[in-house]
C-alpha cells in the first residue's frame, strides 16, 4: 500500500516563505512522478489546481503559471520525499495543498487522473 504523508503548512503572512514536505511509504519512489496540487473551498476534487511536479530526476520540473519563479519542487530519493518550497507567498495562495504520486505516468503532469495516490492535505493560509 502506498502512503503520502504531508508535514509542513500553515499560518503564514504575505511575503513570507513555507515550504511542504511529502514522504512516501510503500512502492517504489524512485520511479514516480511527485506532483503538488491545491484545492479552494467551493472546488471539486476533480478542479485542484496543478502547481507543481518533478520527473523521476530531478531534471524535469513543471509549474502552474500562477507559481512560477516563487515556488520550487525537489525530491530525495533517498528519502522517499518531496518539497514544495513556497516564496513570495500571496493571499491567493491559500488553499489546501495535496501532494501525489504518479507510478504510471503518462506524460500528462498537470492532470489530476495521472496521479493515483494522494495525501491527505495540509491547509496554507496567507494573510494579507
Known amino acids: 500500500q502506498v502512503l503520502l504523508r504531508q508535514f509542513g503548512g500553515g499560518l503564514v503572512q504575505a511575503g513570507d516563505s513555507l515550504k511542504l514536505s511529502c514522504v512516501v511509504s510503500?512502492?517504489?519512489?524512485?520511479?514516480?512522478?511527485m506532483a503538488w496540487f491545491r484545492q479552494t473551498p467551493g472546488q471539486e476534487r476533480d478542479e485542484r489546481e496543478f502547481?507543481?511536479?518533478?520527473?523521476?530526476?530531478?531534471?524535469?520540473?513543471y509549474y502552474g503559471d500562477s507559481v512560477k519563479g516563487r515556488f520550487y519542487i525537489s525530491r530525495d530519493n533517498p528519502k522517499n520525499t518531496v518539497y514544495l518550497q513556497m516564496n513570495s507567498l500571496k493571499p491567493e495562495d491559500t488553499a489546501v495543498y495535496y501532494c501525489?504520486?504518479?507510478?504510471?505516468?503518462?506524460?500528462?503532469?498537470?492532470?489530476?487522473?495521472?496521479?493515483?495516490?494522494w495525501g491527505l492535505g495540509t491547509q496554507v493560509t496567507v494573510s494579507s
Open positions: 510503500g512502492g517504489t519512489f524512485s520511479r514516480y512522478v
Open positions: 501525489a504520486a504518479a507510478p504510471n505516468y503518462n506524460g500528462r503532469y498537470n492532470v489530476i487522473y495521472e496521479y493515483n495516490h
Open positions: 502547481v507543481a511536479a518533478i520527473t523521476w530526476s530531478t531534471d524535469s520540473t
